[in-house]
């Protein structure tokens, strides 16, 4: 109305719009159910091979699908744990565990059981049962074939295990940046929904720990040995005594 000059000024110019929450992953997988999925791949053939390195490296790294799929051989270095590689006119560095590393270098070794490419100049680093790169459906059901089959009554596929790399990390003690590093994110309010996550497995141990929340429940709280208390008020006594300073 404004525009067409039926009024003077436009009354909802003023007007801020509500933030839009970031919903919380449905499922996060634990540590237990990881090395349930992981113990399932049949590593002794070129398919199982494969699938656990491709597994162990999202676990490890959290990579998005389409950088699983454009993962170059000459990306990897095994030795220094770690991959590097252009990506949305960036480059990439994330880095891994040993056991992800040792996934990928017995998959890519001469030696061990590995799937070939049908082009010989070929370097990517994962492929399809016929040599060729994954598309990303192929690599989604790949993913969620092996989630399927360690019946956790979980679904979900890559980014099932993306995030739940973030939030382990997180709930182990990482600091957010360096989440956001991992993840490639370029704005950190993108990456604090694993705050979240971190707050809601606070809320499960507040409601678990906490005597009001025990009593509530009809639980007596546990009778805490004196030296555990004595060293808690001691911890509090040196963190007010260096907000003093």
């Known amino acids: ?35 349930r999925i992981m113990q399932l791949c049949e590593i002794e053939e070129p398919i199982g091979l494969r699938d656990r390195a491709i597994l162990e490296v999202l676990y490890s790294t959290g990579l998005r699908r389409m950088e699983m799929i454009a993962l170059k051989l000459y990306d990897l270095s095994l030795d220094r744990g770690c991959f ?22 017995r998959k890519v070794h001469p030696g061990g059981p590995s799937l070939l490419a049908s082009e010989p100049d070929d370097m990517t680093v994962f492929l399809t049962a016929q040599g060729e790169p994954f598309s990303r459906d192929h690599l989604s059901f790949a993913v969620k074939e092996r989630i399927e089959a360690a019946q956790l009554g979980k679904t979900g596929s890559c980014h099932l295990f993306r995030h739940t790399m973030a939030t382990l ?11 956001q590093q991992m993840l490639g994110h370029e704005d950190i309010k993108t990456t604090q929904i694993y705050t979240q ?27 805490k040995p004196q030296l555990r208390r004595r060293s808690t008020l001691q911890m509090l006594a040196a963190e007010a005594e260096e907000d003093r300073e």
Do not use: C, Y
Not at 84 to 90: E, H, I, P, Y
Not at 93 to 101: I, L
Not at 169 to 179: C, L, Q, V
Not at 199 to 223: D, S, Y
């Open 197 to 223: 996550v971190a707050i809601r497995t606070l809320q499960q141990v507040h409601a678990a720990t906490h005597p009001g929340a025990m009593l509530e429940k009809g639980e007596n709280p546990p009778q």
């Open 84 to 105: 590097s590689f252009a990506w949305a006119r960036a480059r990439r560095t994330v880095t891994f565990h040993r056991r992800a590393g040792d996934s990928v270098a």
């Open 1 to 35: 109305m404004t525009r067409q000059n039926h009024i003077l000024h436009n009354p909802a110019s003023e007007l801020e719009l509500p933030r839009l929450g970031r919903a919380l992953p449905k499922n996060i997988f634990s540590v237990q159910e990881v090395e």
């Open 169 to 179: 990390m997180h709930e182990g003690g990482a600091d957010i940046r360096f989440i």
